[in-house]
């Protein structure tokens, strides 16, 4: 989670969060919990930064109404600005999490939102009560119905240790994919299908995204050069390319507040189960 708001530039939809942390209960299916209070002060803009994690979204405004969403991965930066005040709950889900939870491979979401009603798995089952609850009820809920349903058999368990492993990996030290399959002795190809199913972007874009976020969140007085070499790039004209590919402009412009124009909101993408 970036947690940067003294960063210069632009702000970013995770810099409103609140963190919340997981109930022990929770740990299997949700890495980070993230609340944004009804009424706060946007900038006129704000960016949605890329986001290797599928996340389910309780989102209410202020006629108290409410949605459940899933977002699914955003593999590049989005650019929005608020019309008008909503608050929500975020539920970002664990490595592995996705496809017991969802009933569908994380890579299926990738730049999409859904209704949490419309996936095939078993959150399905609990529109109708998130739909309902109070946010301060939704953890606890949670909580009491998630632990039955986390999949026991020893594939699943053995896919979920190597992802885990995998991610913690390339969330410490980003580097080679090649390396990495090497070190847990399997093939790239079987750690690429992994990340498919459990994260929903290739373990390269992964890494990539990554390193962008480390440098959104590093960012400050720090020299370019410095900011490079901490978040495992190449060189400066190498975090300056990848920067620009996933945040549509350079880092001197981003911290200087020159985005693009605001897009509008993600349309709801209907599933067909």
Not at 12 to 35: H, K, N, Q
Request: proline share 9%; hydrophobic share 45%; glycine share 6%.
């Amino acid at each position: 989670m970036i947690t940067t708001r003294d960063r210069p530039g632009l702000m970013t939809a995770e810099d409103f969060e609140d963190p919340v942390a997981p109930p022990e209960s929770l740990r299997p299916w949700f890495t980070e919990i993230g609340r944004i209070p009804a009424f706060f002060d946007l900038s006129p803009k704000f960016a949605h930064v890329p986001q290797a994690a599928t996340t389910i979204v309780l989102r209410g405004d202020a006629s108290d109404h409410r949605d459940v969403l899933v977002v699914g991965p955003h593999t590049r930066a989005v650019y929005a600005a608020a019309k008008q005040p909503v608050g929500c709950l975020r539920l970002r889900l664990a490595p592995g999490a996705v496809q017991p939870l969802l009933g569908l491979p994380a890579a299926d979401l990738a730049d999409k939102v859904v209704l949490i009603s419309d996936v095939p798995g078993v959150a399905a089952d609990f529109a109708a009560e998130l739909t309902e609850l109070n946010l301060d009820e939704v953890l606890p809920f949670l909580g009491s119905v998630l632990p039955q349903h986390i999949p026991t058999s020893d594939i699943h368990q053995a896919h979920r240790r190597l992802l885990e492993s995998a991610v913690h990996a390339l969330s410490t030290a980003p580097g080679s994919i090649t390396d990495l399959a090497a070190a847990l002795s399997v093939s790239e190809r079987h750690l690429r299908n992994l990340f498919s199913a459990g994260i929903g972007v290739s373990p390269k874009h992964f890494a990539r995204i990554t390193r962008i976020r480390q440098v959104l969140a590093a960012a400050g007085n720090t020299p370019w050069s410095d900011l490079a070499h901490t978040a495992s790039f190449y060189d400066q004209s190498h975090m300056v390319a990848d920067f620009r590919s996933l945040m549509g402009v350079t880092p001197d412009r981003f911290f200087r507040g020159i985005v693009p124009a605001p897009s509008p909101c993600r349309s709801i993408t209907m599933l067909s189960k």
